[in-house]
């Protein structure tokens, strides 16, 4: 009986390690426990998503970093920024903690799709998140025919450009 390993299974092989020895090597150090005197501000002001409450009614809330803009005035409140009817992303696990390091699956410049088209897009729609389907996302609802030529779209009311805009559908047809 030979043992013998072909050229092809070594190369799929060492491939395969190759691979693992990188996602190991970049995978980073665990983030660490934030020191005695940062934790004491965030006790104070509550726990976990508490201390990103936003300002105005309270509905929303918005990072840390929002809320101090919304204080010095430099920023209007998020009840103000947001289109009357928002579209929420659903709590799969749990809510998650502003701050510590992102991990993320765009690591080079082959991913720069990736980065533009998944994690910072603003579509008319847009996946679900199981990426099974797809849903309005600044448009609120839309609507085709029967043979799928004509689509209809309904932008969701008091969309906003950053600077404070209005967006409408002119900006689409721009």
Known sequence: MQNSVSRRRFLQLSAVTAT???VVACGGAPAAAPAAEDAAPAA??????EAAAAAGSGQYREAPMLTELVNAGSLPPVDERLPVAP??????????EYGGTWFRAAVGPG????????LSYENLLRWTEDGGGVIPNIAESYEVNEDATEF?????????WSDGEPFTADD???
Do not use: C, H, Q, W
Request: glycine share 20%; net charge neutral.
């Open 152 to 160: 209809t779209f309904t932008l969701r009311e008091g969309m906003k």
């Open 111 to 118: 991913d720069a799709g990736t980065i533009g088209n998944r």
């Open 172 to 174: 689409y047809l721009f």
């Open 20 to 22: 693992g020895a990188l």
């Open 44 to 49: 104070a002001a509550g726990s976990g998503g």
């Open 87 to 96: 579209r929420t992303i659903p709590v799969v696990e749990e809510i998650g």
